[in-house]
């Protein structure tokens, strides 16, 4: 496997284990890098620790973590106290229990990764749990010690292999109640329902993450080409910029016209309209191609 894992260990269930790698299922690494520079050499600028009471700055050797207690009141904590309680790694994912994967709540999952076997010995075994797993239609629930801190991990079958994504702990993830509970309930017309029903059934479609692109990123790739001295000038210019217009609003008196609109839209309706603009423009081309016969006999006139 080309990839390199971020942990190394064992997958087991019961008297069932086998030899296990964990690989990141996204990427964080952006295609163009930004740094903060002087503007006026171009030169990169580094950070300083700065004590913010005397304003000194501070090396490395005498920087150290400080947990807050009280507002401005920080207890120091040294790296060997540190490491004194950090968890020990077993290199061991212990599938604790079972359930069914709709019944974990999307807010609880954190970040991603793939699980594989490591080596030929260890497929079989690990066929058996994943095949397992899929045949009851459960998800698994273990612990994973990894950057020293010990994370619950949600298992799943995802094509050979498993799909582990590291939960949050439950005081990490807020109650929506503080943001929904001043929501009104609303009380939208049979007709509004049904036009927006109609509106979600044509736009059904399979997900297709692939048509979703960042068009910030785009427009800053763009930009910084058009600004490179030694690419051609103008190349990919106002790719992102076309694609990131916000819709127009302005023309929406309200709701059920919005709605009604956008039904007109998918029929097709109004696309008449457009017609003349297209006609006006084939007809200019005539136009111009006269003017330029006149002034070549003007010009073939003069010659003679």
Not at 97 to 106: G, L, Q, S, T, Y
Not at 225 to 233: D, E, S
Not at 240 to 261: D, H, I, T, W, Y
Request: net charge positive; with cysteine; glycine share 6%.
């Amino acid at each position: 496997m080309a990839a390199r894992a971020n942990w190394k260990g064992h997958l087991r269930l019961s008297l069932v284990s086998c030899a296990v790698g964990l690989y990141p299922a996204v990427s964080s690494s952006r295609e163009l890098k930004c740094h903060t520079i002087n503007r006026e050499t171009g030169n990169r600028l580094k950070q300083l620790m700065v004590d913010s009471v005397t304003g000194d700055t501070v090396d490395r050797d005498d920087q150290v973590k400080g947990c807050e207690i009280a507002k401005d009141d920080l207890v120091p904590i040294e790296d060997d106290e540190l490491s004194e309680i950090a968890l020990e790694s077993t290199h061991t994912i212990n599938i604790e229990a079972f359930c069914r994967r709709a019944e974990v709540d999307e807010r609880y999952l954190d970040k991603p990764y793939y699980l594989a076997a490591e080596d030929k010995v260890s497929r079989e075994a690990f066929a058996v749990i994943r095949d397992a797993m899929r045949k009851k239609g459960m998800a698994g629930l273990g612990r994973i010690v990894i950057y020293k801190r010990e994370r619950v991990v949600l298992l799943e079958p995802y094509g050979k292999g498993l799909l582990a994504t590291l939960l949050r702990y439950e005081d990490e993830v807020r109650s929506p109640t503080a943001y929904f509970e001043d929501m009104p309930d609303g009380d939208p017309t049979a007709e509004m329902r049904a036009l927006a029903e109609e509106l979600i059934a044509r736009s059904t479609r399979k997900f297709d993450p692939s048509k979703f692109e960042d068009r910030y990123e785009e427009a800053l790739i763009a930009l910084v080409k058009g600004k490179a001295p030694k690419l051609a000038k103008g190349k990919s210019k106002g790719k992102g910029k076309a694609k990131a217009g916000a819709p127009n609003s302005c023309n929406v008196v309200n709701l059920m016209e919005a709605l009604k609109r956008s039904i007109r839209s998918e029929n097709g309706e109004g696309s008449a309209k457009v017609q003349p603009r297209k006609t006006k423009a084939k007809a200019s081309t005539p136009s111009r191609k006269r003017i330029s016969g006149k002034a070549m006999a003007v010009k073939t006139r003069k010659a003679a």
